[in-house]
């Protein structure tokens, strides 16, 4: 199967959506990976690695043209989400003494910072050639149904060691919530190749969050152990994906839970997750501050998006690795607080780090 391995054209980001105007941005190393992003929902367009045999390889599904991303079926395609990632029960929370309400666009719950999040934006950005790039985005106080002028950047990164640095900063003039995320799917046989069952999982950590039929969790923290949630050790994903278990069937038939990382506050980024396939050769590793990361093996992905190689994007034809703070956390006082205090600084660091095994 061709895989995509060239990157999308600079001219066919270029558009104009009410006063703001999209753009591709392309980061490059000498080690031969190049990343390209746009500044609609400052998303990652692509990330091109050299597998096994030294071709390069596109690892994260998208689109060729800014149109697609704005027509496509799946709208979170390497975008950066927010105000707060995954879903708050109800479309509904309460701060100091408040309730806040953001319309639902999940059945009952609200999505991904609500049906024009973070992810329907266009950001201003500032360029650091050639290995790096600031997006920003000033939230109004009300968006969303969100408290607080909220002002925020992302910086992406690209070093040598062919890892993809991302930093997140917010602040805000009232008392908030903030959850950010970046929602690449990646298939490291190549975007377009088809399913993801081939690749080999693995996790650090010991517990994770049961959901509801409605993807929420319910408040409870489970024990990985002797469960298909056990990704310690590096597992195949089809050895475990079509478990008729019950966790496995609230997640549509596959994975779309958070892992419990930590607990307490951590200020550099720590390996949590990485993902191997024999035939590419290539690998991920995730790093992260956050204290969970949401695993989720695209079981929602319809078939009706077709991607940069022409081939469509069907269920569990790609993963993500989306590294947060808990869903619904407002409403859960145990989990990790997701308040950011007015005049106090939100910082997130993720780092995507890809190699070769031969």
């Not at 549509?252 to 892992?259: P, V, W």
């Not at 050769?281 to 995730?286: F, H, R, S, T, W």
């Amino acid at each position: 199967m061709m895989r995509q391995d060239k990157l999308p054209l600079l001219e066919d980001f270029k558009a104009k959506i009410g006063d703001k105007s999209t753009a591709l941005i392309i980061l490059k190393n000498s080690r031969g990976m190049q990343v390209a992003l746009t500044n609609f929902g400052a998303r990652i367009v692509s990330i091109i690695v050299p597998d096994k045999s030294g071709n390069p390889t596109d690892v994260v599904l998208g689109f060729n043209t800014i149109s697609q991303y704005l027509e496509a079926d799946e709208i979170y395609h390497g975008t950066t989400v927010g105000r707060y990632a995954n879903r708050i029960a109800g479309g509904s929370f309460s701060l100091n003494g408040k309730t806040y309400h953001i319309e639902p666009n999940n059945g009952s719950n609200a999505l991904h910072g609500g049906k024009n999040g973070f992810h329907q934006h266009i950001w201003d950005r500032r360029l650091h050639n050639p290995t790096g790039v600031t997006f920003y985005y000033n939230s109004p106080d009300g968006e969303e149904g969100f408290p607080g002028n909220l002002n925020t950047s992302v910086d992406y990164f690209l070093t040598e060691d062919n890892e993809l640095k991302i930093h997140y900063r917010a602040t805000t003039d009232q008392d908030t919530i903030v959850n950010l995320t970046n929602h690449a799917y990646f298939n490291l046989n190549g975007e377009g190749a088809g399913e993801v069952l081939d690749h080999f999982i693995q996790i650090n950590a010991e517990t994770f969050l049961p959901i509801n039929g409605q993807h929420v969790p319910t408040g409870e923290v489970a024990t990985v152990e002797n469960t298909p949630f056990d990704f310690r050790q590096s597992r195949l994903l089809s050895s475990t994906i079509h478990d008729q278990e019950q966790q496995l069937l609230h997640g549509e038939g596959g994975y779309d839970h958070t892992f419990v990382l930590a607990l307490q506050k951590r200020y550099e980024p720590v390996l949590v997750a990485s993902a191997y396939a024999t035939q590419s050769g290539i690998k991920l590793d995730v790093s992260t501050t956050e204290p969970g990361v949401q695993f989720y093996t695209g079981n929602a992905l319809s078939g009706k998006d077709k991607g940069k190689s022409g081939n469509a994007y069907a269920k569990q034809h790609a993963f993500c690795f989306e590294t947060q703070h808990f869903p619904n956390a407002p409403n859960q006082p145990e989990f990790p607080s997701t308040i950011l205090k007015a005049g106090h600084t939100y910082r997130s660091q993720t780092i995507y780090r890809f190699n070769v095994i031969k």
